[in-house]
């Protein structure tokens, strides 16, 4: 049934592709329809087969020649994820509710991208993860390009590049897998178990993970993310920081970790402390979460503020997976969720909320437009995603990075302590925008709002207020009962260690 | 040999040599005052129903073989039928291509010409003795050139036919004179032979007389398949010739080279296996050979098309690219069928691709006037079918799934490694991905105009941009076949392997 | 009633309470603050109810216990013992106070109000959890409402105040957080009551030193808890946010700051602080004394260096909760005979009941200081008045009693407290004991002087008019005085329910 979202999305996006021109209302009415079915189907799933273990869904071959099967299951923690990207797809329709510029084209796109996504979470053949993966960067180049704003052919090109180079290098080290394991199956569960020789595992690693953590935006080839994000239109930025990134994350604990496991172990040697690529990767989490909170912390453009922290948070995922501890990794699933949601919040208040009404991000503009009192509803939201981000008890953020510090303690207490430096940081870069966007008691000048003079601000839609609900709702609900997501990861996590790799 | 035999086993060459002829009757005799477009469909069709026939003929008679006594002259089945299928299937797509072109009065010729050359093509996939080769490769390459040169009012047209004709006729006199060395080293010019009797007589070190001719043959060939450092005519050459007539040679001369190259690469495996030393004779040069072509080819074509702002000529330096990509494949070429059939579906379903591509931009030269980058910009409003074509078959080439051309390439290189697990295999693998990656770069430029600028027309109009139907239909049918064959890549490979099996 | 878990769940009633309050408040329109008083009276019925259903042993009773994430030993998990209980009437009865002392609110009244009540529900949840993440996640939640409180409707230089009061709070946290994480990996437990049994046999020290073989390592972890709470009570030199957060503020929102939230820190100290970490507490006893000493003493002459009314009690605030600390830290002492222990117990009864009433006292005297502020138009500098008992002899009188108080004259409960602690302190640590009567003495001249300067002499033409109390306010102040007396005449109400509690504390803490 799962299986399901896929079709249904990538059937959704053809629709919208053979849609009359001129009909937005329709495009967007199919669009939603299209995502809520996702949703709901994901949720359904969720419940029906959370706790089973690895459920398979299909499972055909697809080039018998070569030993690729059409495998689609999932277990824990491709439930969450697929989840995840119900939700954001019903939240990025919702907050693209007013976009004119050749709407049934937009959703097209949307649509794809999504269906690509559900397909990575669900496959369960790395061949076919590998394509749905590819698969989901065109609609991305275009969606960006076409409906950006900030130098968008430029952040979308750089986005697509990147991307593609990254998936490149998992290419050939999944080809090389593939080879070496006798060239019979690409099936994850049979290569996981195909014995690959420790010293090819020791440079198939760090190739196929890289290729994965530039998506995910792991330090320092993490310079495509804010760039793509602040050009990105709302949607696409709430998809990829929210979920894309996640790919990314998705696929080095997936492929890379659970295929190369041996590709962790100590070298034997130590240079100033770093003695594996776990250390490597760990220090450049670690890295990452600190970097990417400090730049957060002196961006001019509000959009820019998120990007970089989007970069800061997806370092503790690659942290929490990098503890190779069942609390650590668990923690890193969890902030996958956690994340995805905040992140697709935090950019759809940025850019929908704020930015299509007062036309600027810029904070020093921002600051003088007392913002908290025409947009009560908007600076409320910001609180509490705010709120959330830093990473405030009652909300996923703080269970997910609880476990991810406690994991890191457990793995190496120098990482935790920067970690944390990273979430003080945080606290300070979140506070610093809330303050110069929404609260800041700087007096206007005669000269200052050229772009929206005085009058008031649109006011808040109910699409805006659907999907503001529907993503806090999650974050609140997980943050209060993470059960409900725990009892699913935590069997996931342990079988992956217990298989050594499935 | 009785004159039965070369018959039968020639038959679909037959085939399509009357449908030449009867073209040209048909034309010159019936159709003189009728208009240019029915003239055109009507030769098309005749020629599109001599390649059913070959098609059936070759079906029927099932892989024949000729012998001339003891030497193999030509080998049906196995790869040769594969490739000869594909020349006569890509000959007739491009052949639906000319029914609405304006390049020429003399369509009659035109078709006449293309299919005398796919003939040639026929005959050089089952060749397997050398001077075979050689009339078939002349024969292929002599309509080549006059089809570059068809398009009369154009300049460039001529120049390109020039350059090429010029190159081809030297790399034909490098052919040759390879040629002549193997038979000097070996007494014989039929290939198995040839490569058994290298690996008997070579010792410990490779005869530096072979060598050299394999450097002339790779000249030879490499210029046929346009592959650096032999390459300079193309660009020229795809730029100046009428849109069917690029298509033409982008798909069924390369499909006929690469079917060439197979045999020879077969040989040379099937030689090398039955020798003491796997690696000498005539396996070592060859891989050492075809890999710096296709290092050369790999690189010279990626990097030169960044810089393109005619498609054409992008177009062209991709086919050098692709083509660097293919030689990787032959330059670890494996004893069982692998790699053969992995080059085969690459280079057929390359060529169905670039039909499309020329096709597509031909119908936006015909109506802009202009094959430049800009001549696209807005294309999804000017028609959005066509631009949705496009974006498939771009995509296609750049290697993204879930189009076909992922997983040619996939094939081809998961057959590499197969092959070749070494360091090297693998180094160069990893360089041809990473050169995909930047491809996808320069046909993102063109999809960028088509899909994401805004038109340049200050009144914000847009001249709607109308195809002709049948151009339609076989457009919109090639992007279908990729994307569906892309989906199910079992099917084309399952037919491939069809042929093997029945070996 | 005790020691059977899940009977009637109060707890988490008297937590739900105000939220429920507050969300209807938002949609009261004109009656916010009507129906945000009824909603406190409520709450503070309840919370009589909790203080009068202890049990008489000292244990903690009226449980609530239910799994939550087990795998992360995460329970919801409430209780209360006299410590507890007490501290739910004094968030109970300083809600009620402020919601009075605000009487215009001059825009956006419903939000005010019901973040008022938000904060209420933070104040009992940390007073009730008895799991680490249920109590941290109000200790930090509580910080939301009370910047908002701040920066909407505070003073002049509101924003910078409300920023410092939180930026630093939550880095404070931060070290919390990180300590009880490596608790929690060493043991397996968040559970205070479980945590404070294994510390007291010293399981808890073994846990933690086999899990994290560093040097000293409850020694920084001690440090991080005590960091989290140095910053929240405040402790010298970490205090620095607070006179600019308490007079900022509008005075009822101070009063909300310095009644309760102030005694969230000194609560932490008790529950945390000292069960888990003290033998390393007495191992820092001697510098924290120091520091404790310093507030005593440097919050005192600060407070007598300031021109601004609101500013003096702040920093007479740190004042106050430095004999607290004084208190907690002399006591963090390893027992040798039965008279150090009735001096432990005099000392944290000390503390306990000066939590109480200080909570009350300052409470009350700034919302005099809002009443005063109301009639002079916002002027409250210290030189600014003068002689106002003649035109408003009952404000005079009324405000000189709660000043008394807070100087700790006998009869009123400001110097039970501070009795009780120096009973203690004197013979566990004559040194500071000494050197903080000289706070005691500075303190008395502030409050002296700030009598003298408002109430006495010659009255200012401006003043000449200044309006009395009028009757709904004489109503509404009258039971905090009585409270204040009658505590202060019979202290032993609330002594016989604490020092079960007290006795039982300390039996299982270790030094």
Redesign the interface.
């Known amino acids: 049934m799962l299986a399901w979202t896929i079709y249904l999305s990538f059937a959704g996006a053809l629709v919208e592709?053979l849609l009359p021109k001129g009909r937005a209302g329709l495009a967007r009415g199919v669009a939603l329809v299209v995502a809520a079915g996702g949703l709901v189907i994901a949720a359904l799933g969720f419940a029906a087969d959370a706790g089973h273990g690895r459920v398979t869904i299909v499972d055909v071959?697809?080039?018998?020649?070569?030993g690729i099967h059409y495998t689609l299951a999932a277990d824990g923690i491709s439930l969450v994820l697929v989840l995840l990207t119900g939700l954001a797809a019903v939240a990025g329709v919702l907050f693209s509710w007013n976009i004119e510029l050749r709407v049934n084209?937009f959703f097209a796109f949307f649509l794809a991208l999504i269906g690509g996504v559900y397909g990575v979470f669900l496959s369960f053949d790395v061949?076919l993860l590998?394509?749905?993966y590819?698969?989901a960067?065109?609609p991305k180049?275009?969606l960006i390009?076409?409906w950006g704003s900030t130098r968008r052919?430029y952040a979308?090109?750089k986005l697509?590049?990147y991307s593609?180079?990254g998936?490149?290098m998992v290419?050939?080290g999944l080809?090389?897998a593939?080879?070496?394991a006798g060239?019979h199956s690409t099936g994850l569960v049979q290569l996981g178990h195909a014995g690959l020789p420790v010293h090819f595992q020791m440079w198939a690693f760090p190739l196929v993970f890289v290729g994965f953590a530039i998506l995910a935006g792991m330090w320092p080839f993490h310079t495509w993310a804010p760039t793509g994000h602040v050009a990105a239109p709302t949607a696409a930025s709430m998809l990829l920081a929210g979920v894309v990134m996640k790919l990314g994350a998705y696929g080095c604990l997936r492929v890379a970790m659970s295929l190369f496991p041996h590709g962790m172990d100590p070298w034997g040697f130590s240079f100033i402390g770093i003695g594996s690529w776990r250390d490597v990767f760990a220090l450049l989490a670690v890295i990452g979460i600190v970097y990417g909170a400090l730049v957060a912390l002196v961006q001019s453009d509000f959009k820019f503020v998120i990007g970089y922290s989007s970069v800061s948070h997806m370092g503790f995922v690659l942290l929490g997976l990098m503890t190779l501890n069942q609390?650590g990794m668990?923690g890193a699933v969890l902030q996958m969720f956690s994340h995805g949601v905040l992140a697709g919040l935090l950019f759809a208040i940025v850019g929908r909320m704020v930015y299509d009404r007062t036309h600027t991000r810029q904070l020093a503009e921002l600051e003088s437009m007392h913002l908290?009192r025409r947009m009560p509803f908007i600076a409320g939201a910001f609180?509490v995603a705010g709120?959330a981000s830093?990473g405030?008890?009652?909300f996923s953020g703080?269970?997910a990075e609880?476990?991810v510090?406690?994991g890191a303690?457990?793995a190496n207490?120098w990482w935790?302590?920067a970690a944390?430096v990273g979430?003080?940081v945080g606290?300070?870069y979140t506070?610093r925008a809330l303050?110069k966007a929404f609260?800041?008691?700087v007096r206007p000048t005669a000269e200052d709002h050229p772009k929206t003079g005085w009058h008031d601000l649109g006011a808040i839609t109910w699409p805006e207020m659907t999907g503001f609900a529907l993503l806090t709702l999650a974050s609140l609900w997980i943050g209060l009962?993470?059960?409900v997501l725990?009892d699913a990861i935590?069997p996931a996590v342990k079988t992956l260690f217990a298989g050594g790799g499935q | 040999m009785n004159y039965a035999d070369l018959f039968r086993v020639t038959l679909p060459e037959t085939m399509l040599e009357i449908a030449a002829l009867l073209v040209l009757v048909m034309d010159l005799a019936f159709l003189r005052k009728a208009g240019l477009r029915v003239r055109a469909a009507a030769a098309a069709l005749v020629g599109v129903a001599g390649c059913g026939a070959a098609a059936w003929a070759l079906s029927a008679t099932g892989g024949g073989s000729l012998r001339a006594g003891d030497e193999l002259l030509l080998a049906g089945g196995g790869s040769a039928a594969v490739a000869q299928y594909g020349i006569l299937a890509l000959t007739a797509l491009t052949l639906l291509l000319l029914i609405d072109s304006v390049f020429t009065r003399h369509v009659g010729e035109f078709v006449a010409v293309v299919l005398m050359s796919a003939t040639g093509g026929l005959l050089i996939a089952a060749a397997q003795d050398l001077l075979v080769i050689f009339i078939g490769l002349e024969l292929l390459s002599l309509g080549l050139y006059i089809l570059t040169a068809f398009a009369k009012q154009s300049g460039r047209s001529a120049e390109g036919a020039m350059k090429y004709y010029l190159f081809g006729g030297m790399s034909a006199a490098f052919l040759l004179f390879g040629f002549s060395y193997l038979y000097g080293l070996t007494g014989s010019t039929n290939l198995l032979p040839v490569m058994l009797r290298i690996h008997q007589a070579t010792g410990p070190s490779a005869d530096p007389l072979l060598l050299v001719s394999l450097v002339m043959i790779a000249a030879g060939l490499g210029f046929k398949v346009a592959a650096a450092p032999f390459h300079f005519w193309a660009p020229d050459a795809y730029e100046g010739a009428p849109a069917p007539g690029a298509a033409f040679i982008a798909s069924v001369s390369k499909v006929a080279s690469f079917a060439l190259l197979i045999s020879i690469g077969t040989a040379g495996a099937y030689a090398s296996g039955t020798s003491n030393a796997p690696n000498e004779g005539f396996i070592g040069p060859w891989t050492l050979v075809v890999t710096v072509l296709s290092l050369a080819s790999m690189l010279a074509g990626n990097l030169a098309a960044l810089a393109q702002i005619s498609v054409r000529r992008l177009l062209a330096y991709s086919a050098i690219a692709h083509a660097g990509y293919i030689l990787l494949g032959l330059a670890f070429f494996s004893r069982s069928n692998a790699s053969a059939a992995a080059i085969l579906y690459y280079i057929l379903t390359y060529g169905l691709t670039t039909i499309g591509a020329f096709g597509a931009v031909g119908v936006v030269e015909r109506a802009t006037g202009s094959d430049r980058m800009d001549a696209f910009l807005g294309l999804y409003k000017r028609n959005p079918l066509l631009a949705a074509v496009l974006l498939v078959l771009f995509l296609s080439l750049a290697g993204i799934p879930p189009l076909v051309g992922f997983w040619a390439k996939f094939n081809l290189f998961a057959a590499v490694l197969s092959v070749g697990a070494g360091p090297i295999a693998f180094s160069l693998v990893a360089l041809a991905v990473a050169l995909s990656a930047v491809s996808l770069y320069y046909y993102l430029q063109v999809l960028k105009r088509a899909f994401v600028m805004p038109v340049a027309d200050p009144a914000g109009r847009v001249e709607k941009i109308s195809v002709d139907p049948v151009t339609m239909i076989v457009l919109v049918a090639i992007a279908a076949a990729v994307v569906v064959m892309g989906c199910f890549p079992a099917l084309l490979q399952g037919w491939i392997a069809g042929f093997y099996a029945a070996m | 009633m005790s020691g059977m878990p899940n009977g009637i769940p109060i707890l988490t009633l008297l937590t739900a309470l105000p939220v429920v309050g507050a969300a209807i408040v938002l949609l009261s329109g004109k009656h916010a603050r009507a129906v945000a008083m009824i909603t406190a009276l409520a709450a503070t019925a309840v919370a009589l109810v909790v203080w009068t259903d202890l049990p008489s042993n000292g244990t903690i009773g009226l449980l609530e216990q239910h799994p939550w994430v087990p795998s992360l030993g995460i329970e919801y998990h409430l209780g209360v013992d006299g410590l507890g209980a007490l501290m739910v009437v004094l968030s109970a009865l300083v809600t009620l106070m402020s919601l009075d002392a605000a009487k215009r609110v001059h825009h956006q009244p419903n939000l005010y109000f019901a973040l008022v009540l938000v904060l209420e529900s933070c104040l009992f949840g940390t007073f009730t959890a008895l799991n680490f993440f249920h109590w941290f996640l109000f200790w930090e939640l509580s910080l939301i409402p009370a910047f908002f409180l701040i920066k909407l409707w505070g003073g002049a230089k509101r924003g910078p105040a409300a920023t410092q009061f939180f930026v630093y709070t939550m880095a404070g946290s931060v070290g919390l957080l990180l300590a009880f994480l490596a608790v929690f990996l060493s043991t397996g437990s968040m559970d205070f009551t479980h945590l404070s049994l294994l510390a007291s046999t010293g399981e808890l020290e073994q846990a933690v030193t086999q899990y994290l073989p560093h040097h000293h390592v409850m020694m920084w972890l001690a440090l991080g808890v005590l960091a989290g709470f140095a910053v929240k009570v405040p402790l010298m030199p970490f205090h620095t946010w607070l006179p600019n957060a308490y007079s900022e503020a509008p005075s009822p929102v101070t009063m909300l700051l310095t009644g309760t939230m102030s005694k969230m820190g000194v609560y932490g100290l008790l529950r945390i602080a000292l069960p888990m970490f003290g033998p390393e507490v007495a191992r820092m006893r001697t510098p924290l004394l120091v520091l404790a000493v310093t507030t005593v003493v440097m919050g005192a002459w600060a407070a007598a260096a300031q021109k601004d009314l609101k500013r003096v009690f702040a920093y007479s605030s740190v004042n106050h909760l430095g004999y607290c600390q004084l208190g907690i830290f002399a006591l963090a002492v390893p027992v040798t005979d039965a008279a150090m222990q009735t001096s432990q117990a005099a000392a944290l009864n000390g503390v306990i009941l000066q939590m109480f009433n200080h909570g009350i006292t300052a409470a009350a005297l700034f919302w005099f200081i809002a009443m005063l502020q109301e009639r002079s138009g916002g002027i409250r500098g210290i030189d600014d008045f003068g002689g106002l008992r003649k035109p408003a002899p009952v404000f005079a009188g009324l405000m000189g009693i709660v000043l008394f108080s807070s100087l700790g004259l006998p009869g009123l409960n400001g110097f039970v407290g501070e009795f009780l602690i120096f009973r203690g302190v004197f013979p566990l640590a004559w040194v500071s004991a000494t050197v903080s009567v000289l706070g005691l003495l500075v303190t008395a001249a502030v409050i002296l002087t700030v009598i003298q300067k408002v109430f006495t002499g010659p009255v200012p033409e401006r003043w000449a008019a200044f309006p009395d109390m009028h009757t709904g306010e004489r109503m509404a102040m009258a039971p905090v005085i009585g409270l204040m007396l009658l505590i202060g005449l019979l202290p032993q109400l609330i002594v016989d329910s604490v020092n079960p509690t007290v006795l039982n504390l300390l039996a299982h803490w270790r030094f």
């Open positions: 592709a071959p697809w080039v018998p020649s070569m084209e061949f590998f394509v749905f590819e698969v960067i065109v180049y275009f390009a076409i052919e979308a090109m697509a590049l593609f180079a998936s490149a290419l050939i080809l090389a593939y080879a070496t060239s609390i668990t908290s609180v709120m830093m405030l008890p009652g703080f269970v609880l476990q510090l406690a303690w457990k207490p935790t302590g944390g979430i003080v606290v300070a506070w303050q609260f800041s008691d009962y993470p059960r725990l935590e």
